[in-house]
């Protein structure tokens, strides 16, 4: 038997008010080059024009939509004379999307946002269907001189500017690009084996040290004290910049790599050592004789 419980859906449909200026959402149920049809669980069906559903006028809404897809848009009339609610997600988003990218900033959210146009100072990208600005200084973590370059280019940027009032979005990929970058050094860091051996090339010298730069955009730090076994008063006594140098891996910690000269000297003595205690032994160990005796006394006839 059927019950109320049956009934739910409809009865909500029929007591349910939709008024101009409602923020409504519904489900994707067709997608044309003319229109978008959702559902929006009422007695009518809920249409957004193409040209009212976004203000990037690079979005198609056949390829970018499909059903079942949640949308939320506003109630621009509730009969558009074929009895269907006219919708509006370009005045939705002017209400929510603003909120939404308020929500990105402060969480740091990371997306990706193709780059539409150069214009002075920086280019233009839409995020949430709002115009943003991303200035050349915050394109990427190296120097950018040539914008048009990047239009048509995919790139992860974060919100730094959201500011509803003055209709200003300012994004950045520098920040993205700059965490990337950090992550993919600290993991070659990690990569590296203390008590290894690295060649590398002094880049700077500081009155406690010497910057090396081992390769892979990773520089290591050779302290004074672990540059030679002679004491030392000043860096520049050993060496200089640019000089090719070897060193041994002590520790990477905390990002950190802390390189040892001085450890490698100490590697070459010990052999020498062990050497000379070699013939030393030998030599204490074995008669020298010079005389035509010892020699012919070592022959069987």
């Given at each position: 038997m059927e019950s109320m419980k049956d009934y739910e859906k409809e009865l909500e449909r029929s007591f349910r008010t939709i008024n101009e200026g409602d923020i409504v959402s519904g489900a994707v149920v067709a997608v044309t080059d003319e229109e978008v049809t959702l559902d929006l669980n009422y007695y009518a069906p809920g249409i957004i024009k193409i040209e009212n559903l976004s203000n990037d006028p690079?979005?198609?809404?056949?390829?970018?939509?499909q059903p079942g897809d949640i949308i939320e848009a506003t109630v621009v009339r509730t009969d558009d004379g074929h009895g269907n609610i006219e919708l509006s997600k370009k005045e939705a988003n002017e209400v929510l999307a603003w909120d939404k990218l308020r929500e990105m900033m402060e969480q740091q959210t990371v997306v990706t946002v193709r780059i539409k146009e150069s214009v002075p100072s920086g280019v233009v990208a839409f995020l949430e269907g709002i115009r943003a600005f991303i200035p050349a200084s915050q394109l990427s973590a190296d120097y950018v001189e040539d914008t048009d370059a990047?239009?048509?280019k995919d790139v992860r940027v974060v919100v730094i500017t959201v500011d509803p009032e003055k209709n200003k979005l300012?994004?950045?990929?520098?920040?993205?690009?700059?965490?990337?970058?950090?992550?993919?050094?600290n993991h070659r860091i990690a990569m590296l084996v203390p008590g290894s051996v690295v060649e590398g090339t002094v880049e700077s010298i500081m009155p406690y040290g010497a910057?090396?730069?081992?390769g892979n955009g990773i520089s290591g730090l050779v302290h004074i004290s672990q540059i030679s076994?002679?004491?030392?008063?000043?860096?520049?006594?050993?060496?200089?910049?640019?000089?090719?140098?070897?060193?041994k891996i002590l520790n990477t910690?905390?990002?950190?790599?802390?390189l040892s000269m001085k450890a490698l000297e100490d590697i070459m003595e010990k052999p020498q050592?062990?050497?000379?205690?070699?013939?030393?032994?030998?030599?204490?160990?074995?008669t020298a004789g010079t005389s035509l005796g010892d020699l012919l006394s070592r022959f069987k006839l």
């Open positions: 690079d979005f198609h809404a056949k390829e970018e939509l990047w239009i048509g300012v994004l950045s990929g520098k920040v993205v690009a700059r965490q990337e970058r950090e992550e993919e050094r910057f090396i730069n081992i076994q002679k004491r030392i008063s000043s860096v520049h006594e050993v060496l200089k910049e640019g000089q090719k140098v070897k060193a910690n905390d990002g950190k790599v802390s050592e062990e050497e000379e205690a070699e013939a030393i032994e030998y030599s204490s160990n074995e």
